[in-house]
């Protein structure tokens, strides 16, 4: 699928952009179980990555125009954040007419696709390019709901008033990570659909961290005194995919695994506690033969203000708060 291919798919909306902008909206701060109350159909996920927490739910009214079929009466708009605290984000917006093509990068490093979805093919861009790692930003077209298709299925001079498209985006997270979620979307308060899975919002935190992360903590063997880092720029870590890259990262069980290069060894941690941004991990390290290390560390996850190039910089710091040999 090519760029022209998402523009000839969308394009049609195009023309009402300046009517959306400018209807009069008001907004408010909402809870999920307000979406439950509205008349549109609100889509939230099932499955999000550990850690991943409900940040915020925006409900937005915008206000009848008198067009031919609709209501005397505002009509609703919602948004949903996700995040695990740091980079990494998951967000849910709707929209009525006037919308335009949400996959447009003017980066060269970036790449689109096609994806299953419970509203049908659903087209994607992503950058850095490539299939696997992370990526800094992932948009999801637009989509339509069942009420929207059956609205506009009137004609083309119908304006919808419970239909709505739904756009989903991403930010820290992979391409599989992002399918997983929108395989997992569910109209709110059905328990049907959402089946077996915990909702998200009842998730618990759980901190997604690269296993080197801890190794950089824990000394050599040979060596006697831990911690040896006790501070660390996740944020850095998050970005510096040769240092901290994805290959062989798996997840097995409670253990996030990943392997040790030129060995049959392996790095993992489990999660023990969390509470708010204070969490307990048991980190074991093996280095190919019969000996397996363990230690317990306890960290926080928090804000710090440092200089970089001379330039104030806001970065999220895992600070370690407590460390025991096993």
Not at 83 to 88: D, I, L, V, Y
Not at 99 to 121: L, Q, V
Not at 181 to 187: F, T
Not at 265 to 292: A, D, I, P
Request: aromatic residues 8%; hydrophobic residues 30%; proline residues 6%.
């Amino acid at each position: 699928m090519s760029c022209s291919g998402f523009k000839q798919r969308t394009s049609r909306f195009v023309p009402g952009a300046l009517l959306f902008l400018c209807l009069g909206l008001c907004s408010s701060a909402a809870t999920l179980d307000d979406l439950k109350n509205l008349e549109i159909t609100c889509f939230v996920p099932s499955h999000l990555p550990q850690g991943f927490k409900l940040k915020n739910v925006e409900i937005t009214s915008e206000e009848p125009t008198g067009e031919s079929g609709q209501t005397n009466h505002p009509l609703p708009h919602y948004s949903i954040h996700y995040s695990n605290g740091w980079n990494a984000t998951f967000s849910v917006e709707s929209a009525r007419e006037g919308i335009g093509d949400r996959n447009i990068m003017e980066e060269e490093d970036a790449e689109e696709t096609e994806i299953k979805s419970p509203f049908g093919p659903m087209y994607l861009i992503y950058r850095p390019k490539g299939k696997e790692g992370r990526k800094i930003e992932i948009i999801a077209n637009w989509v339509s709901d069942a009420n929207m298709n059956d609205e506009k299925a009137k004609g083309a001079e119908s304006h919808p008033v419970l239909g709505r498209y739904h756009g989903f985006s991403a930010t820290g997270i992979t391409v599989a990570e992002f399918v997983k979620i929108i395989k997992s979307l569910h109209p709110v308060g059905s328990e049907s659909a959402a089946g077996s899975a915990t909702p998200a919002a009842e998730q618990p935190s759980v901190a997604k961290i690269h296993p080197k992360v801890f190794n950089m903590i824990s000394s050599w063997i040979s060596d006697s005194e831990s911690p040896v880092v006790t501070e660390i720029n996740l944020d850095a870590v998050e970005k510096n995919g040769n240092q901290f890259n994805d290959d062989g990262l798996t997840q097995d069980g409670e253990w996030l695994r990943c392997p040790v290069p030129d060995t049959d060894g392996f790095m993992r941690y489990r999660v023990l506690e969390s509470k708010g941004n204070h969490y307990k991990v048991e980190y074991q390290e093996n280095g190919g033969g019969t000996l397996t290390t363990a230690s317990i560390i306890e960290f926080n996850i928090e804000k710090r203000n440092i200089r970089r190039d001379g330039r104030p910089l806001t970065v999220h710091v895992l600070r370690v708060s407590s460390y025991t040999q096993k």
